[in-house]
């Protein structure tokens, strides 16, 4: 009865390559997120989604691409990994907007 | 961009013992909630306050809502070993554009020796 789940859970790769990061919930809420933890465990919002639709891009690489193929879903792609992209992304859903429930993270290291 | 200022960064407590930790801000929020972090997993909701005075309580955790709306502050009574983890604030501002958007605090490192 996972609530947010994240695939894979630990992703090592290259520089250079590009890699997705997946994200599901079966919570039935509307708004979706995706945050970046830096190795000195600061949280950072990405991207925010309702209803498949964009509403929150904070100032992320275009590198990153969110998808949305459907509320109960948003996934991130990254191309080009780079070094400083090394960190803990977590997905989140929302309700509201404002109480949010975290995934268990993916945790990328580039090589 | 708003800014949450959480302190303690770290601290080390005897089992037994109660705990305090606070968030401010330069900028009005409407909303705080707290958050605690165990090793490997996502951040987890404890506490959700939506106005300025509100005290509430889960279990033997209490928060507070700053009558200012620019801090909160969290509470842990007799803490136990499992209280370890990282404690972060955050906070939703106010205006329009800020909705859905929540700003993190840097998070309190708690540390409950047995």
């Known amino acids: 009865d996972t609530a947010v789940s994240q695939t894979p859970k630990y992703l090592v790769t290259q520089m250079g390559n590009d890699k997705s990061i997946k994200c599901e919930q079966n919570l039935g809420h509307d708004t979706m997120y995706w945050y970046k933890q830096d190795s000195k465990k600061f949280l950072k919002i990405m991207f925010s989604y309702n209803n498949k639709e964009l509403i929150i891009n904070e100032t992320v690489p275009n590198r990153f691409s969110p998808k949305s193929p459907d509320k109960a879903h948003l996934n991130l792609h990254i191309n080009s990994l780079e070094l400083g992209d090394s960190a803990v992304y977590f997905c989140?859903?929302?309700?509201?907007?404002?109480?949010?429930?975290f995934g268990p993270g993916t945790r990328l290291t580039v090589l | 961009g708003q800014q949450l200022n959480q302190s303690p960064q770290s601290m080390f407590i005897q089992e037994g013992e109660d705990v305090s930790m606070n968030c401010t801000s330069s900028?009005?929020?409407?909303?705080w909630l707290w958050y605690k972090q165990d090793p490997g997993e996502g951040p987890v909701l404890l506490i959700a306050l939506y106005k300025a005075g509100e005290l509430t309580s889960n279990g033997r955790l209490t928060a507070q809502f700053g009558i200012t709306r620019k801090d909160s502050f969290l509470n842990i009574s007799a803490s136990i070993p499992s209280d370890v983890g990282i404690y972060f604030c955050a906070g939703q501002g106010a205006g329009g554009t800020s909705y859905g958007k929540l700003t993190f605090g840097q998070g309190t490192i708690l540390t409950v020796h047995p």
């Open positions: 989140a859903s929302s309700p509201t907007g404002l109480e949010q429930f």
């Open positions: 900028s009005i929020f409407n909303t």
